[in-house]
């Protein structure tokens, strides 16, 4: 049953409690009832660390290349990708700094946008 | 000069470490982290939920990941147990994080209940400053000192997400389209930088080429996919690692 399976608003609220808040806090109240149970070396924790790190990578290409909204009427997927190569390097190159690799990404695509690239 | 004895050489109270906490509003990270919901604002904007959804959203499961995964899964037609298993494996990690918080957080009078309030405020950027932090707050006002911090850049946050709702419609589509590129760009770069081992990397790296891939083929369910068989990928390989190391 999907997020707009019914048109009703408290169906909605449900799906953002138990999907949104329940999933994330039962890891949190568990930190403080069973403490560091989880070593942060055990392969179990790996694995999970794994699985969420390519979710979040899967979400952050789609919104690359296939994004949707203004961003996708705006600009070429190739000015995107490079963009966002651009500002992951220079991240890289400062020494992993988030706030400059965000800025590259997001000057170079406003000057691709400018420029009509 | 009527500086009173009594009161400037008594030790500082609870409302002064709230606030010590609250004006660490003012650092780096908590300023990108800030800067980071304009573009969540956006993307839950673009996917089409109410204001009061986002805000919602972002009160109540706090994690950037979680809501950023949230949204997609909303956005890709996800039923209410993949959603769950999404978000819930990419929240895993903060059972370590509030583990190691808590013993630096406990004060000798603080009650479990207390802990269990506070805890929902920890997220990466909230945990790295204070575990940064609070070895300098006496131990009775640690409480006090990380919801001063914590409680208000997640209140800062949501009156963010609120404004830029507000505000978007008003925006042109070249600052709307730069927005809603803030999400990716911000990600790219903060995961590459909280991953604790190379598998992560390798996670990461599979991910991002494999996505696009598989949505071409099964656009419903890349997500999930991609999560799956990228962390699949780098896991193997950290098994393989750790066998040729011993």
Known sequence: MTFDAFDSVAWQLAFILVGGWLATDIWRWSGVLLGNRLKDESDMLVLVRCIATGLVAAVIAQLIVFPSGALGRETEASLRIAAALIGFMAYLAVGKKVAVGVGVSLLGLAAGMYFDV | ?246
């Not at chain 2, 409680?151 to 927005?179: E, R």
């Not at chain 2, 598998?199 to 080429?209: F, K, R, T």
């Not at chain 2, 071409?216 to 066998?243: D, E, M, Q, S, W």
């Open chain 2, 1 to 246: 000069m009527t500086n009173n004895p009594d009161t400037s050489d008594a030790p500082p109270g609870n409302l002064h470490w709230f606030f010590a906490g609250q004006r660490l509003l003012m650092t780096i990270p908590a300023i990108v982290l800030m800067t980071a919901f304009i573009g969540f604002a956006g993307f839950a904007r673009e996917v089409g939920l109410p204001a009061w959804q986002t805000v919602l959203i972002t009160l109540i499961v706090w994690a950037l990941p979680s809501k950023f995964l949230l949204v997609a899964a909303i956005q890709s037609g996800f039923g209410l147990v993949a959603t769950f298993l999404t978000v819930t494996l990419s929240a895993a990690r903060l059972m370590p994080m509030v583990g190691s918080l808590v013993p630096e957080l406990r004060g000798p009078k603080t009650r479990t209940i207390t802990l269990l309030f506070l805890s929902h405020f920890v997220a990466i950027t909230a945990w790295v400053v204070s575990m940064e932090r609070l070895r300098d707050v006496p131990r009775e006002h640690r409480t006090v000192f990380f919801a001063g911090f914590a409680i208000s850049l997640t209140i800062a946050c949501a009156l963010i997400v609120a404004l830029v709702y507000v505000l978007a419609p008003s925006l042109p589509d070249i600052v709307l389209a730069t927005l809603f590129f803030l999400t990716p760009t911000y990600f790219l770069c903060s995961l590459w930088g909280s991953a604790r081992e190379r598998a992560g990397h390798i996670a990461m790296a599979s991910g991002l080429v494999l996505a696009p891939m598989i949505y071409l083929i099964l656009p419903g369910y890349n997500i999930l996919l991609t999560g799956i068989i990228a962390g699949g990928l780098a896991f193997t390989y950290h098994l393989v690692h750790k066998r040729w190391a011993s």
